[in-house]
């Protein structure tokens, strides 16, 4: 005869599995090539999406997906050719990174079809780190991603 506990513990993990299905959907998805998994923190009307690298545990890049737009891009803080991300055309921005020497950061928004805006944020040590997570920030889609309550 089976005991309760058994059964109790294995309705745990399934709840456990589909609550986190369920938030890893507020991020965008990630391109199949990406060696990156998402750490997802929900706030009360924004969603912050940390891309951690599977390798090494380190932040590639960040995405928060809001109601409202936090970060102003500023056109002289522009760097490079315009990108396309999911259909949107957009740029890269380098703000004064006076606080973070040694590291290379870029930042973007996207109005979302939804109406809600997605920053991007990417922090590197070196141009080739850049690279790779600029490419995988490139690729991401956010047709699905939806802020709760709306």
């Not at 890893?24 to 999406?49: I, K, N």
């Not at 891309?51 to 809001?66: D, H, L, P, R």
């Not at 950061?105 to 991007?120: F, K, N, W």
Request: proline share 6%; with cysteine.
């Amino acid at each position: 005869m089976l005991s309760i506990r058994p059964l109790a513990l294995l309705g745990a993990l399934v709840c456990a599995g589909t609550a986190q299905a369920q938030t890893a959907s507020d991020c965008p998805q990630l391109p199949p090539d990406a060696a990156v998994r998402w750490e997802v923190q929900p706030g009360p009307d924004f969603v912050f999406c940390r891309a951690m690298e599977i390798a090494s545990g380190q932040q590639a890049f960040a995405v928060t997906v809001g109601r409202n737009a936090t970060f102003k891009p500023r056109r002289t803080d522009r760097v490079g050719d315009r990108v396309t991300i999911d259909g949107t055309r957009t740029w890269w921005h380098a703000p004064d990174n006076g606080l973070l020497a040694g590291t290379i950061v870029r930042e973007t928004l996207l109005e979302l079809p939804s109406g809600d805006y997605a920053h991007i944020i990417v922090r590197a040590g070196d141009e080739a780190a850049l690279a790779r997570s600029l490419r995988d920030a490139e690729a991401l889609h956010f047709s699905d991603v939806r802020l709760g309550s709306k």
